[in-house]
């Protein structure tokens, strides 16, 4: 009962919400410039009575409501965008434009549906808030910034995020994802993959296009690297094993005659297993020191890692908790286990750093009809677009609803089930 009063408002509140998440995606921000974003989130959460702590990690917001003795249950949703160009055609499209790390005029757009998870969770703060009566504890929420650069959560771990109220009890987030709008999905262990990100500069000497024989030439090197690398996972990975390696960027000259002294390649990597892991970094570098030493590189390569996300790992039994929440409110129809997913999250460093039990899931957020008829024609890959596409963009109704829903429950469910995980 308690749970049917807190959602009670639900549906008249969906106007405004569908009007937060519209704004939000027409005013897209780029990692650690969410000002006008965090400074709305903030505003809302002011209003519904909570104690608002704004700029950690420097653009982050806390908002904290004190509700008598009880748990302290943390909500976190990330806020950044993405630097791509949106071609959904929607009426509420983003035009906007920002400044990359690098200095560069790039177009915007919440091509990751962090608008969809900024707006569940003011919905949701909202409803708690509203119905406060109804759970005894500490709610926390946090809306994080710079999740897509990679040190949002540790950022605002390092800003004191948990020094207003002390650290969390659990921490719970979740992420919309191209699957049937309103479903959702849970997995115990590890969900998401971890991610390192290396830059590489590799020394040539160059020269005149027409005399090769006087340099060495390091786009032919590059190339040597980038097939190489993709032995990696095909040789050195079991088959009962996982891993992905992706040259994403490879940058080397400046014009058809000239032959470069350098080039810089961008390497992706994925891995569900910390052995797995440092195993593929290693043979990274042992390839690429090997590759340049074979073709008499005037100087040793550099190796810059640029960006990690930690393996996203759910505490098992708050996960199996959380799991019976929400099909005993979704049904059998809408609530299923979720597939080991190769993104990478950065929500894993609140838990870590605080010591306890973390839990993320997924809601599906595109028509269901079209996602379904994909899915049996067996063109899912080819039909649906997914998260930094620039046509992603997860439809209002009922992906707004049941994200809400999924947070009030686990707030709800964790208020009432301290102990568990």
């Known amino acids: 009962m308690s749970l049917e009063s807190v959602l009670a408002p639900l549906q008249a509140a ?66 950044d965008a993405l630097p791509v160009e949106e071609k959904t055609g929607l009426p509420y499209a983003s035009t906007a434009r920002g400044v990359d790390a690098e200095g560069r005029d790039v177009p915007v757009m919440h091509a990751c549906g962090h608008d969809m998870h900024a707006t569940w969770l003011s ?47 659990v921490v719970l987030g979740q992420h919309v994802v191209p699957g049937p709008a309103g479903w959702v999905l849970t997995r115990p262990g590890v969900i998401m993959a971890a991610t390192d990100a290396l830059r590489i500069t590799l020394h040539g000497r160059g020269g005149h296009g027409s005399r090769p024989e006087t340099t060495v030439d390091p786009a032919v090197l590059a190339a040597s690297v980038v097939l190489k690398l993709q032995t990696i996972v095909s040789r050195e990975i079991s088959a009962t094993e996982s891993a992905v390696v992706t040259v994403g960027s490879l940058h080397v ?26 195993r593929v970094v290693a043979a990274v570098e042992r390839i690429v020191h090997g590759e340049a030493a074979t073709a008499g590189a005037p100087k040793s390569p550099e190796i810059e890692r640029i960006g990690t996300f930690p393996v996203t790992e759910n505490d098992e039994k708050a996960t199996e908790g959380l799991a019976a929440a929400f099909l005993d409110h979704f049904g059998e129809g809408r609530v299923m286990p979720a597939p080991l997913i190769t993104g990478s999250e950065d929500f894993s460093e609140f838990g870590r750093a605080a010591g306890v039990p973390s839990v993320f899931w997924l809601v599906g957020g595109l028509d269901a009809e079209q996602v379904i008829a994909a899915m049996t024609a067996g063109r899912f890959e080819q039909d649906i677009p997914s998260n930094h596409s620039p046509l992603f963009a997860p439809i209002p109704h009922p992906t707004l609803s049941a994200g809400v829903e999924t947070l009030v429950v686990a707030a709800l469910h964790r208020f009432t089930h301290p102990g568990v995980g």
Not at 20 to 45: C, N
């Open 14 to 79: 969906l106007p405004g919400l569908e009007d937060l998440y519209t704004d939000l995606h027409r005013h897209p921000e780029l990692s650690f410039a969410e000002t006008r974003t965090a400074a709305e989130l903030a505003r809302r959460l002011e209003a519904d009575g909570y104690e608002v702590h704004a700029g950690i990690g420097r653009t982050g917001v806390l908002g904290v409501l004190r509700n008598g003795p009880g748990p302290k249950v943390m909500l976190r949703a990330d806020i």
């Open 123 to 169: 919905g949701a703060a909202s409803l708690l808030a509203s119905g406060r009566e109804h759970w005894s504890g500490t709610l926390m929420v946090v809306f994080q910034p710079g999740e897509e650069a990679g040190d949002g959560a540790a950022g605002m771990v390092r800003d004191g995020v948990f020094g207003p109220a002390g650290e969390p009890d």
């Open 253 to 278: 000259g400046t014009a058809h005659n000239i032959i470069s002294d350098q080039a810089v390649l961008e390497v992706n990597i994925r891995s569900f297993d910390q052995a797995v892991r440092e």
